[in-house]
């Protein structure tokens, strides 16, 4: 990589931003961009790209080829993915056998290899052309679409594609106060899931008495099922620094900390490598181009807490204590980190900034709804066919995010809810499809936005055993200080743990109603305060599921193990065995070419058997024997 | 990987200067030592202690409340199972179990032996390639209830 | 001086008092668990609960650690408030039923039944305990471990801590347990429980809530550990 140089002033930087915007715009070559984030490299892209290489020498193309290695691009489900520039042609889940054909076919000779284009769901047609896949074009992605086009680890990559230009707007034609109208103005929420106006708050810490004041970036990133944030950290860190500097220019702040997750090694290391790059060019540190400004960023990273997501909880681990939130007052704007005026927001909030002061507040406040503007990336997961990160226009239904994006339900089962906002959020029914995404719909309905993690779930997903789930994740996050968080996610865990045992009983349901009104109301933080909203939204819009359980000693979707038993329906099974072979107990019997029969005395309802089997001739279904033993007459 | 490992002092004092006797710095002085000893030893901790000037008892509520850290010897491989949403409905419990009962462990446990250590994880952010277990910093993608023998056979030399 | 309203009556409050204190001050009564005058607040027990604002957007807050503020609306005892701190006693009431504390506190606001399964802890990790070594005895033996369901209080390692001495302290000042054990001459009705109880007090609860392992030295539990 070269070797990086301070830059002296603003017009050196500017200067090199124009170049490097020139190089990249008049380049002939084409581009080979491979995704490699973390999933990515879960699923071997590291083996592809090296292939590539290889491939790339021995047909000679090392001068006519560019390979340009990028974090994660978003749509999971085609990893390992390629795309070809200029013309954009997509080439989707390679192995690195895949590779020396690629680049003789289509790099040598021009030729598409169809078997590697996309090939949508349900109309089973292929698409060359990257815009030509569904799942980007209802997809707005203005802050997601430019890890596609950079190198993380390179400076000069991202000041390639005019990175640092809205910063340098900010250093010279904005005055502090100016920077935050033009964020106030633009409509910005918070992307961390509570939607605070983000203009608002930098006003306020700005306007806090004292010298001293700090930024944070919150890469704590906890909700279970999303991983937006990991994604633009990895993919292009610099966007999220920019950001940072643009408020620590707006707020006064001359320190900020950007606390990642323990659990994202490559993001804490991309973005390591990028302070430092920015240290190495002056562009972090005393007198940054000569001017008065000055800033230091620092990187701290959580060690497996979700409760240091909350803000107060966030300041106490960077200063070395337990994870405990405080009472606010004061907010961490009027004391937060060392006691000192903080600003903290979210990684998606700061990554919009740069965009914003580039583009202007009336560009961003254009997108969207009245009260929620501009895009939010989701991740788009669980029983979906195109599983991936999804940047939308705020406004845009569940139903177009679900069906037109994400290819609806695999396996052409049923959709049964999509689950928001993580363990803060609920789960929301068919009959919602056509609610429109913003902040407030969403809460009306019973959920929030969250920080975007969307888990789709089918008919096969049980209700019950999401709320006790959610409970379980909960009752194991909470700091423990407030009795009614600590107590209450514990007490709603066992109530909703022996309604999935068939231990239920009348008066559970409206226990728990009560037990989750209390939780909500008593507790001090944002954890508790919001761990009763699993519970409440399956209990609003599932609550037969739940009186199944409980009245029937019935699972309907067949997940309960109390309540469910591994059944052969005689007339599917062909005989193939793969059931017997995969069963872990020896409870399977039966011949070759012969129906087979499980065995309850064995059978310790593992689930291999109906994983195994092609034919779909396993199925769970209601435990008989309980019936008769504890069925309660009403 | 002995249980009673000598504990080198020189080790622990040298991270706790790496960043400057600074309380503030206790959860990645913590990390360090965690990422050498690869658990975090008693003694570890009172030296700590001793060098950072703070109570013992606020170093253990801070090692105990993080899930990062353990005060138990961990095993020479450690097995970590994503429990994440996506994962759940993908079917990570049946895959956790699959691994419990291979490894003869329950979760957060660590073998007589010192070889096989079982956890969870919350979530690893890798929803789109769930069900993910994560065996010695090697993610195996879409697990399933069969694939658990070929993976822990891999590890198994 | 901060001005504001409680129960609509109006109120004025010194710079950097809660509005526990505030009440306090004006004879108003709001009920308090893991709250001492000597010792910082924490806001465990939610028993202090207090609905501050109007309207919908009202919400509950512990009044030990909320400060006064200028022009706050402050209701102590609406339904909202009730039924919350009937809960938590009810949650409390499942963990450590023994509690004279915490039974006179459930026959107080009137919660006369336990909907959940009976725990029998004693510790309700209100934080008295740690915050009466740690701040008046200036001991810091005891803490808080883990987190969630799991939290507990101990001393490092679960051993005899070096730090501990002997001082009574956190016995002293435990809610859950100060009334239970005074010995077997003791002139409270409820205790001499030792005497009474049949298993016997010591026999009954394995792990006493003590650190004093030389049982007997500081003269609050009795008898010598079997």
């Known amino acids: 990589?070269?070797?990086?140089?301070?830059?002296?002033?603003?017009?050196d930087l500017r200067k090199t931003i124009q170049q490097q915007e020139a190089t990249r715009q008049q380049e002939t070559k084409k581009v080979i961009t491979v995704s490699s984030g973390t999933c990515g490299q879960a699923r071997g892209s590291q083996k592809v790209i090296e292939a590539l290489k290889k491939a790339i020498k021995a047909e000679g193309l090392k001068d006519q080829v560019i390979l340009r290695i990028t974090g994660c691009h978003g749509f999971c489900e085609?990893?390992?993915?390629?795309?070809?520039?200029?013309?954009?042609?997509?080439?989707?889940?390679?192995?690195?056998?895949d590779v020396?054909?690629?680049?003789?076919?289509?790099?040598?000779?021009?030729?598409?290899?169809?078997?590697?284009?996309?090939?949508?769901?349900?109309?089973?047609?292929?698409?060359?052309?990257?815009?030509?896949i569904q799942f980007y074009q209802k997809q707005?992605?203005?802050?997601?679409?430019?890890?596609?086009?950079?190198?993380?680890?390179?400076?000069l990559d991202y000041l390639a594609i005019g990175g640092f230009k809205p910063f340098l707007k900010a250093l010279t034609e904005f005055h502090p106060e100016e920077i935050i109208q033009t964020v106030k103005k633009s409509g910005l929420r918070g992307r961390g899931g509570a939607g605070f106006p983000t203009g608002v708050k930098w006003e306020a810490t700005r306007r806090s008495p004292?010298?001293?004041?700090?930024?944070?970036?919150?890469?704590?990133?906890?909700?279970p099922g999303a991983y937006m944030d990991r994604s633009v950290l990895e993919g292009n860190p610099f966007r999220v620094l920019e950001g940072m500097m643009i408020g620590a220019l707006a707020i006064g702040a001359r320190e900020g900390f950007i606390y990642v997750r323990d659990e994202y090694p490559l993001a804490v290391r991309h973005v390591t490598q990028a302070v430092d790059q920015l240290y190495r060019t002056g562009l972090l540190g005393k007198n940054i181009l000569g001017t008065e400004f000055s800033f230091d960023l620092h990187i701290s990273k959580g060690a497996g807490a979700f409760v240091c997501g909350e803000e107060t909880a966030l300041i106490a681990s960077i200063e070395g204590r337990v994870g405990e939130p405080r009472q606010r007052p004061p907010f961490p704007a009027q004391k937060g980190l060392w006691k000192k005026p903080t600003c903290i927001n979210n990684v998606e909030t700061w990554a919009n900034i740069p965009l914003i002061i580039q583009n202007g507040a009336e560009w961003f406040s254009s997108i969207g709804t009245a009260g929620s503007k501009g895009t939010k990336i989701f991740s788009l997961v669980?029983?979906?066919?195109?599983?991936?990160?999804?940047?939308?226009?705020?406004?845009?239904?569940?139903?177009?995010?679900?069906?037109?994006?994400?290819?609806?339900?695999?396996e052409g089962k049923a959709f049964k809810a999509v689950q928001t906002g993580g363990p803060s959020g609920g789960c929301l029914p068919a009959s919602l499809l056509d609610l429109p995404i913003d902040y407030e719909s969403l809460t009306a309905a019973g959920s929030i936005m969250g920080s975007g993690g969307m888990i789709v779930m089918d008919e096969k997903t049980c209700m019950v055993d999401v709320a006790m789930y959610f409970l379980n994740f909960l009752r194991d996050e909470s700091c423990g200080k407030c009795i009614s968080c600590r107590e209450g996610t514990q007490r709603m865990w066992e109530i909703v743990k022996d309604i999935s045992e068939g231990k239920g009983k009348p008066g559970d349901l409206e226990l728990l109603e009560e037990l989750a009104l209390a939780?909500?109301?008593?507790?001090?933080?944002?954890?508790?305060?919001?761990?009763?909203?699993?519970?409440?939204?399956?209990?609003?819009?599932?609550?037969?599921?739940?009186?199944?359980?409980?009245?029937e000693k019935r699972c309907p979707a067949g997940v309960c193990k109390s309540l469910i038993r591994y059944v052969v329906i005689p007339e599917k099974c062909t005989g193939c065995e793969a059931c017997k072979r995969a069963c872990p107990t020896q409870a399977i019997q039966g011949t070759r070419k012969d129906v087979h029969l499980i065995l309850y005395d064995k059978c310790i309802k593992c689930g291999a058997c109906l994983e195994a089997c092609r034919f779909e001739a396993i199925e769970a279904q209601r435990d008989e024997a309980i019936i008769i033993d504890k069925e309660v007459r009403l | 990987m002995s249980t009673s490992q000598t504990v080198n002092l020189e080790k622990i004092q040298e991270i706790v200067e790496r960043y400057g006797y600074d309380k503030s710095k206790l959860i990645s002085i913590l990390q360090d030592i965690q990422a050498v000893f690869h658990y975090l030893p008693a003694q570890a901790l009172k030296q700590v202690a001793g060098y950072l000037k703070i109570p013992l008892i606020d170093i253990i509520s801070v090692a105990t409340f993080y899930r990062a850290f353990s005060l138990k010897p961990r095993g020479e491989h450690v097995a970590t199972v994503c429990m994440g949403t996506a994962c759940h409905v993908r079917g990570a419990p049946r895959i956790l179990e699959e691994f419990e009962r291979q490894l003869n462990l329950k979760k957060g446990e660590t073998s007589e032996d010192g070889k096989w250590s079982l956890e969870t994880v919350a979530c690893l952010g890798c929803c789109a390639i769930g069900p993910v277990v994560v065996v010695d910093g090697d993610y195996h993608a879409h697990t399933t209830i069969r694939k658990v023998s070929n993976i822990l056979h891999k590890y198994q030399k | 001086m901060i001005t504001m309203k409680i129960n609509g009556v109006e109120v004025k409050a010194e710079e950097g008092w809660t509005i526990l204190e505030t009440a306090q001050f004006y004879g108003l009564e709001i009920p308090t668990l893991c709250h001492h005058e000597g010792l910082s607040p924490y806001g465990a027990c939610r028993l202090c609960l207090v609905e501050i604002g109007e309207g919908a957007k009202a919400k509950l807050v512990s009044s030990c650690t909320y400060p006064a503020e200028e022009g706050l609306i402050v209701h102590t005892d609406t339904r909202r408030v009730i039924k919350a701190r009937r809960m938590m006693i009810e949650l409390m009431l499942s963990v450590a039923p023994y509690s004279k504390v915490i039974q006179d506190l459930a026959s107080k606001f009137g919660v006369t039944r336990m909907r959940f399964t009976i725990r029998n802890e004693e510790c309700i990790l209100c934080g008295l305990c740690i915050r009466m070594c740690a701040e008046q005895m200036d001991g810091k033996a005891i803490g808080f471990q883990n987190r969630g369901y799991q939290r507990k209080i101990s001393t490092p390692f679960d051993i005899r801590s070096e730090e501990c001495r002997l001082c009574g302290g956190c016995i002293y000042i435990c809610p859950a347990c100060q009334l239970r054990c005074q010995g077997p001459q003791a002139e409270t009705a409820l205790c001499n429980a030792c005497l009474t109880m049949d298993p016997t007090c010591l026999d009954y609860y394995d792990e006493l809530q003590c650190w004093m392992y030389d049982a007997g030295r500081c003269g609050t539990c009795v008898r010598e550990k079997k």
């Open chain 1, 1 to 11: 990589m070269k070797r990086l140089r301070k830059f002296k002033n603003v017009e």
């Open chain 1, 78 to 97: 085609a990893e390992p993915n390629l795309i070809i520039y200029p013309d954009r042609i997509f080439y989707q889940k390679l192995t690195p056998e």
């Open chain 1, 100 to 132: 020396r054909t690629i680049v003789q076919e289509t790099i040598k000779d021009g030729r598409v290899v169809e078997k590697y284009l996309y090939r949508d769901p349900r109309t089973k047609e292929r698409a060359w052309y990257e815009n030509e």
């Open chain 1, 140 to 155: 707005k992605r203005i802050v997601l679409g430019d890890n596609v086009f950079v190198d993380p680890t390179s400076l």
């Open chain 1, 210 to 223: 004292g010298d001293i004041k700090y930024i944070i970036c919150n890469g704590d990133e906890g909700d």
């Open chain 1, 382 to 410: 669980g029983k979906i066919n195109n599983t991936g990160l999804v940047e939308v226009p705020m406004g845009i239904t569940l139903r177009e995010i679900i069906y037109d994006i994400g290819g609806g339900i695999p």
């Open chain 1, 519 to 551: 939780t909500k109301d008593a507790s001090m933080c944002g954890l508790g305060q919001t761990a009763a909203n699993p519970v409440l939204s399956t209990l609003r819009y599932f609550r037969e599921e739940f009186e199944a359980h409980i009245y």
